[in-house]
């Protein structure tokens, strides 16, 4: 692994013992550099590797389907590790406290896990920090370019980011080695872990995307196609198309960690896909993506208004008193019930499948600045919306595009407007010349009764 991908965070004196990695963000046995480096150290140092996982009792804004997902995903990929000799240890409770319980119990004398810049995520490392005894190393695992070197500053635009991305790219779009098999014994005691009773407690995953490794594998493999049939060959041409789209859907196993952006980028890059696909899909996959982890990893107010450009803040505050064509309260908007009939079928897409096309989720949150009171609240709806209905949500991408669209944060002021300012706008008759509008609402309006 390349040595700029791992961080040491917590600097302890070295001691003997076995090696913890804790998994929260790469849920996988395959392709996971902090796996990878974790297998790496124990075997230096002659010591066995546990993987830890902490379910926690509540995650802001995640659902049932959302643990559904993340529990099925995870017991594939416990007994893939199991398969290769590596425990997997699943806990319950706060995943600081419970952690660095049982790196305590195990005498564990090193802890490696995951870098993640979300505000949750960082409250749980800190917990773990307080109390844990051996020294912690954190792996950048997300990222093909690690967050912390591609830039040490928040970026203004992706024009600014991806040159530094491509910079480094031949350093770090490496293969991944093969996860060894361990033979050395774990001895610390593992609390049991009744696997049925923890999927039956979440109900079934969502049915339009099955969860885990192999589901994400077979997703990218449906989305490269075999020659030049899967929707990777039209991505440059119909990407931002809602109705037939040849986006990948794989926003979901990304966000779980199911599957490596890296090894998804290393197969994209040995397709025989058109260059001009390659390329526009790399762009979302590795410098937009990346750009929203160096939002939020350099943002500490990333959910918050204040964000958000002073030119955005400024032309946003001086539109506020500006007359709305209409203001949605938030049953309207939970319930499709708003007068714009694309925005409607565009969340009864979400309520179905948990997952929304990406064009339309720029045009979804746009209209909900256009009907809300300020962008503070509009904001705020939009977060609450997308991080409890879309699969993918609670992400740094959806942090990012949310504040994309509300508050202008990587893109530039546009001509003026009302409500909107300067803070580019969206319209459905915008929406009506790129596709077909009529056919994507009536394919998301329930049908009425007689
Ligand atoms: C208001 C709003 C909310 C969003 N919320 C989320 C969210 O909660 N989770 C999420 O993963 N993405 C979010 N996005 C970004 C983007 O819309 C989705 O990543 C994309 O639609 C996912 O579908 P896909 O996997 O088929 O994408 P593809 O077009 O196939 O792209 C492949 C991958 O590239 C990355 N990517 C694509 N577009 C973007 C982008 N604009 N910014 C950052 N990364 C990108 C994603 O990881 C995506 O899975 C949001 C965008 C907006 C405007």
Redesign the pocket.
């Known amino acids: 692994m390349h040595p700029a991908r791992a961080r040491l965070i917590h600097n302890r004196p070295q001691q003997c013992g076995p090696v913890l990695y804790w998994m929260h963000r790469e849920l996988r046995a395959r392709d996971n550099w902090g796996l990878l480096h974790a297998r790496h150290l124990a075997a230096e140092r002659g010591q066995p590797l546990a993987v830890v996982f902490c379910l926690a009792r509540h995650y802001p804004l995640a659902a049932l389907a959302h643990f559904a997902f993340l529990t099925h995903g995870l017991d594939e990929t416990a007994r893939s590790l199991e398969a290769l000799g590596i425990p997997f240890v699943l806990l319950r409770g706060e995943p600081g406290q419970a952690v660095a319980e049982y790196a305590a119990l195990a005498k564990a004398g090193l802890l490696v896990t995951d870098a993640d810049p979300t505000r949750p995520k960082r409250a749980w490392l800190a917990e773990l920090l307080s109390r844990l005894q051996c020294p912690a190393i954190e792996v950048d695992g997300r990222n093909v370019v690690p967050a912390r070197r591609a830039s040490d500053k928040a970026e203004y635009m992706a024009r600014t980011i991806r040159p530094k991305i491509q910079r480094l790219l031949p350093e770090f779009l490496a293969p991944f080695p093969t996860l060894a098999a361990q033979t050395l014994p774990w001895h610390a005691p593992r609390p049991s872990a009744d696997w049925p009773a923890l999927l039956a407690e979440f109900g079934p995953p969502p049915e339009a995307f099955p969860p885990g490794e192999t589901a994400a594998a077979s997703t990218l493999a449906a ?1 490269l196609g075999a020659g030049q049939q899967g929707r990777l060959a039209r ?1 440059a041409d119909d ?1 931002n198309t809602p109705l037939d ?1 040849a ?5 979901p196993h ?2 779980f960690g199911h599957i490596s ?1 890296q090894r ?1 980028a290393l197969e994209v890059l040995s397709s025989n896909a058109p260059a001009p696909a390659r390329e526009a ?1 790399l762009e ?2 590795i410098v ?2 990346e ?2 982890e160096n939002f939020c990893l350099h943002t500490p107010n990333y959910d918050s208004v204040d964000a958000f450009p002073a030119w955005a803040r400024a032309t946003l505050a001086k539109h506020q008193a500006d007359r709305r064509p209409f203001l949605a309260t938030e049953a309207q908007l939970d319930s499709s019930a708003t007068p714009d009939p694309l925005w409607n079928a565009a969340q009864r897409q979400l309520l179905a499948t948990g ?4 064009w339309l ?2 045009y ?2 746009k209209q909900i600045l256009l009907w809300s009171p300020d962008a503070e609240t509009a904001l705020a709806r ?1 977060l609450r919306l ?2 409890s209905l ?1 699969l ?4 740094v ?2 942090y ?3 504040a ?2 509300i508050g202008g944060v990587h893109d530039r002021p546009w001509p003026e407007r009302p409500v909107f300012g300067t803070v580019r706008s969206m319209t459905f008759s915008g929406a009506a010349r790129k596709f077909d509008v009529q056919a994507f609402i009536d394919r998301w309006t329930r049908p009425r009764l007689p």
Do not use: E, T
Not at 247 to 251: A, H, Y
Not at 355 to 358: L, Y
């Open positions: 989305f991505y990407r789209p986006s990948s859907l794989l926003s990304l966000h952006a998804i899909f979302q996959l937009r993506r750009l929203a997952h929304m096309h990406g989720r720029m979804w949150a939009v997308n991080d879309s993918d949500g609670r992400d991408n959806g990012a595009g949310a994309w669209s």
